[in-house]
């Protein structure tokens, strides 16, 4: 199943629209972050995440 | 990042098994309770996986015994006191973050 990545939030699922904020999601994605622990992670800070999940860096 | 006690850590892994590792390794540290709250892979950064973590690494913990992973890069001046030395500082990682730049944010002279 092919990973898709929302267009808003960036979260990475198979679906069509993103099953978080239901944006269109996007095949065309780079890079890759898995947010385990959003409340003590300065990443998931600094990118503003917080549900832990799987994310792209970049999507167009 | 006021009072933060998370270090950032770099793995070597297998050319092409960057997101597996990954993966694999959140999925182990939730499971294990080891302090790793984000695991991330700069496209940029082949062979590459970005830890972080509010624990020091231990490569010999089960959490850590993983395909493909093959290692910690450990800094090349091993310092006596500072235990930090084989980290990623966070200013290099948020150059990893943030791999476009933000018109809003060029500076108009
Ligand atoms: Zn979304």
């Known amino acids: 199943m092919a990973m898709k990545a929302c267009t808003s ?12 904020c239901n944006n269109p999601t996007s095949s065309n994605w780079s890079g890759f972050l ?7 992670s300065d990443i998931a800070k600094e990118l503003h995440i917080e549900l832990p999940g799987e994310y792209a860096l970049r999507v167009r | 990042m006021e009072g933060s006690e998370n270090s950032i850590y770099a793995l070597k892994i297998s050319a092409g098994q960057e997101r597996n590792v990954a993966r694999m390794l959140a ?5 294990s309770g080891v302090g790793v709250s984000a695991v991330l892979v700069p496209e940029s950064l082949k062979g590459y996986i970005l830890v972080e973590s509010s624990t020091k690494i231990d490569m010999q913990n089960p959490a850590f015994k993983i395909p493909h992973l093959r290692g910690i890069v450990e800094s090349k001046t091993k310092g006596k006191e500072d235990k930090e030395e084989n980290t990623v500082t966070f200013e290099e990682v948020k150059k990893f973050l943030n791999p476009e730049p933000i018109i809003s944010s060029i500076q108009k002279g």
């Open chain 1, 9 to 20: 939030c960036k979260r990475i699922s198979t679906k069509e629209r993103c099953p978080v």
């Open chain 1, 34 to 40: 898995v947010i385990i622990d959003p409340d003590n």
């Open chain 2, 27 to 31: 999925r182990k540290s939730k499971d």
